[in-house]
């Protein structure tokens, strides 16, 4: 388990406090590399960077500040970074950046489908984008009312959840993207149970559940 703290991230083994390696800045981001729990990628002061956390170590550079980040789910050596308005893909195991799109406008969120063929991206505008990763297409846009706090597929990618300052959306992609309002505000954590049943939504001090037979 690792968590950001000022000037770095510590790390901690079976609950205590284990390693801490400064990292020059206070990161606003860190994701921990799926196939390797000592390796993590670290945004904040402007830059993101890949670390080696075991030997306190920076790899190698990754590009400006990134305000989400998501790693491919069939490949952990990949990963989907947004940064302004341009999202791009970058493969950790080579260190450089395969191809980056830019969007027009700010990103918040960003999100990889189930078969990660297929990736969402959240903006300040409200809009939800789905992107086919292969063409860098957009596949479809969905629209909310202020920026996308959240976005969330469910596992085997039937649904995708996302969430604005006045409500939740629940879009059924099986049916051209149908909606399902949800009344809950505020809501900075979104997430599925394993069958995507039921969905989960917080705001941080209050969590409601919903059913499946409640969005159809």
């Given at each position: ?35 390797d ?19 306190g170590?920076k ?38 950046e ?32 789905l ?9 479809q ?11 969330v ?39 599925f ?24």
């Amino acid at each position: 388990t690792i968590c950001a703290v000022k000037g770095g991230v510590q790390v901690f083994e079976n609950g205590e406090k284990s390693t801490l390696v400064n990292v020059g800045f206070s990161p606003c981001l860190v994701q921990v590399v799926p196939s390797d729990p000592w390796k993590a990628i670290i945004s904040g002061g402007g830059k993101t960077e890949a670390w080696d956390l075991k030997d306190g170590q920076k790899m190698f550079d990754i590009g400006a500040q990134s305000t989400a980040m998501d790693f491919q789910p069939l490949d952990s050596g990949m990963i989907a970074l947004a940064q302004g308005e341009k999202w791009s893909l970058f493969d950790l195991e080579e260190g450089n950046e395969i191809y980056s799109v830019e969007t027009g406008e700010p990103i918040t969120e960003i999100k990889f489908h189930p078969d990660g063929l297929i990736m969402s991206t959240g903006h300040e505008n409200g809009n939800v984008k789905l992107w086919d990763i292969r063409t860098q297409a957009i596949i479809q846009t969905l629209h909310g009312d202020s920026p996308v706090r959240k976005v969330v597929f469910s596992n085997k990618g039937y649904h995708l959840a996302a969430s604005w300052d006045s409500c939740v959306k629940l879009f059924d992609m099986r049916k051209g993207f149908a909606a399902t309002d949800i009344a809950f505000e505020g809501a900075s954590s979104l997430s599925f149970d394993e069958y995507g049943s039921y969905l989960m939504v917080s705001d941080g001090s209050s969590i409601g559940f919903y059913a499946g037979k409640q969005w159809g």
